[in-house]
């Protein structure tokens, strides 16, 4: 019996440690294939794909609408080993996702619902690269076509903080000295030191153009109104009567329209004075709202609805948006940066 008890405890180790072997090979198989797993979905190791790569990137566009040169924006990215998807930005709206980008025989194409434009279908962008730039055709949903041309976007990275100057006053309390209305719709004026829009009308643009600078700003809005600064006239900052109880999103007050949403709504509400100081550095803005910072050296990735170029790499102007409702400024004074 002992001799039986003692073959049987070791046949058991044996079986036993038999067993831990194969569960400890099965266990660093199953190691070795997660790490190799992680490998590859880690994007930092990504395999693009050749037909692609020069694709992937954000690209500056000019639309020939109907013979006037119109703005807009795409970002053309790599979502896992083969599928392109993006963003696009036409001339006015906001930026809109891309969930498929068709590319076959070096030509790209991807359809997309309307926006603010309305009506029903989708929207047909089909383009290629030739000579290291974009060219293509938008089909609108109405069935009306334009050619599209294009660039990739400058990064803007600074190598250094701008030296900044004296602050100047862009909004003198007295005329419009120093800015001019986008049309004939101007229905800005200047009333006891108030610049104030009445309603819908022209933008108001300034003479001047900036490249780094802080912006001083103090408005007011009614109840329902909208407006907005843009930045270099290609990066709208938006204002708006959002209501306070609503949670942040990058098309409400205080955003970077449609691609930068604020940490929090800190607007007093209509009818009360507001003030906004932005820094614009290159794309990285940080935007602060009645001393609360809401956005810090945050990435701004292209232009947005309304810009008035696609020029990303150049000096711009500021301009007011006049053409949805009625605003009043008391205040804009800016400090340029320089190296």
Same mark, same amino acid.
């Given at each position: 019996?002992?001799?039986?008890?003692?073959?049987?405890?070791?046949?058991?180790?044996?079986?036993?440690?038999?067993?831990?072997?194969?569960q400890?090979?099965?266990?660093?198989?199953?190691?070795n294939?997660?790490?190799?797993e992680?490998?590859?979905?880690?994007?930092?190791s990504?395999?693009?794909?050749?037909?692609?790569?020069?694709?992937?990137?954000?690209?500056?566009?000019?639309?020939?609408?109907?013979?006037?040169?119109?703005?807009?924006?795409?970002?053309?990215?790599?979502?896992?080993?083969?599928?392109?998807?993006?963003?696009?930005?036409?001339?006015?709206?906001?930026?809109?996702?891309?969930?498929?980008?068709?590319?076959?025989?070096?030509?790209?194409?991807?359809?997309?619902p309307?926006? &603010?434009?309305?009506?029903?279908?989708?929207?047909?962008?089909?383009?290629?690269?030739?000579?290291?730039?974009?060219?293509?055709?938008?089909?609108?949903?109405?069935?009306?076509?334009y050619?599209?041309?294009g660039?990739?976007?400058?990064?803007?990275?600074?190598?250094?903080?701008?030296?900044?100057?004296a602050?100047?006053?862009l909004?003198n309390?007295?005329?419009?000295?120093g800015?001019?209305?986008?049309?004939?719709?101007?229905? &800005?004026?200047?009333k006891?030191?108030?610049?104030t829009?009445?309603?819908?009308?022209?933008?108001?643009?300034?003479?001047?153009?900036?490249?780094?600078?802080?912006?001083?700003?103090?408005?007011?809005?009614?109840?329902?109104?909208n407006?907005?600064?843009?930045?270099?006239?290609?990066?709208e900052?938006q204002?708006?009567?959002?209501?306070?109880?609503r949670?942040?999103?990058?098309?409400?007050?205080?955003?970077?329209?449609?691609?930068?949403?604020?940490?929090a709504?800190?607007?007093?509400?209509?009818?009360?004075?507001?003030?906004?100081?932005?820094?614009?550095?290159?794309?990285?803005?940080?935007?602060?709202?009645?001393?609360?910072?809401?956005?810090?050296k945050?990435?701004?990735?292209?232009?947005?609805?309304?810009?008035?170029d696609?020029?990303?790499?150049?000096?711009?102007?500021?301009?007011?948006?006049?053409?949805?409702?009625?605003?009043?400024f008391?205040?804009?004074?800016?400090?340029?940066g320089?190296?």
């Open positions: 019996m002992i001799k039986q008890f003692a073959y049987g405890l070791a046949f058991t180790s044996i079986l036993g440690l038999g067993l831990t072997s194969c400890n090979g099965n266990q660093e198989k199953a190691d294939q997660e790490k190799k992680e490998v590859e979905h880690n994007p930092a990504q395999t693009i794909p050749e037909e692609s790569k020069d694709l992937l990137g954000r690209w500056d566009l000019n639309v020939d609408k109907n013979g006037k040169q119109v703005p807009s924006w795409i970002e053309i990215k790599l979502s896992g080993f083969a599928t392109l998807v993006g963003y696009w930005v036409g001339d006015s709206g906001s930026s809109r996702p891309i969930s498929h980008i068709i590319l076959k025989d070096g030509k790209f194409s991807f359809a997309i309307p926006q &603010w434009e309305g009506g029903e279908g989708d929207f047909v962008i089909e383009g290629e690269l030739a000579g290291g730039a974009l060219k293509g055709t938008i089909t609108s949903n109405n069935g009306e076509k050619t599209f041309s660039s990739k976007a400058p990064y803007l990275n600074r190598t250094a903080e701008p030296k900044w100057g602050a100047v006053e909004f309390g007295k005329d419009l000295t800015w001019k209305p986008s049309n004939d719709q101007n229905k &800005w004026t200047v006891d030191g108030i610049l829009n009445e309603a819908a009308g022209a933008n108001l643009i300034t003479e001047d153009t900036f490249e780094d600078f802080k912006l001083n700003l103090e408005f007011r809005y009614p109840e329902g109104s407006s907005g600064v843009y930045l270099r006239g290609r990066y900052v204002i708006e009567d959002s209501p306070k109880d949670h942040p999103g990058n098309l409400y007050f205080g955003a970077i329209y449609g691609f930068l949403t604020p940490n709504l800190v607007t007093k509400g209509p009818n009360e004075w507001n003030n906004m100081e932005i820094t614009l550095v290159g794309r990285l803005v940080t935007v602060t709202i009645n001393g609360q910072t809401v956005i810090t945050q990435e701004i990735p292209g232009i947005t609805g309304g810009a008035l696609s020029k990303e790499g150049e000096p711009g102007p500021l301009y007011i948006q006049g053409d949805h409702g009625p605003i009043e008391r205040k804009i004074s800016i400090v340029k320089g190296e």
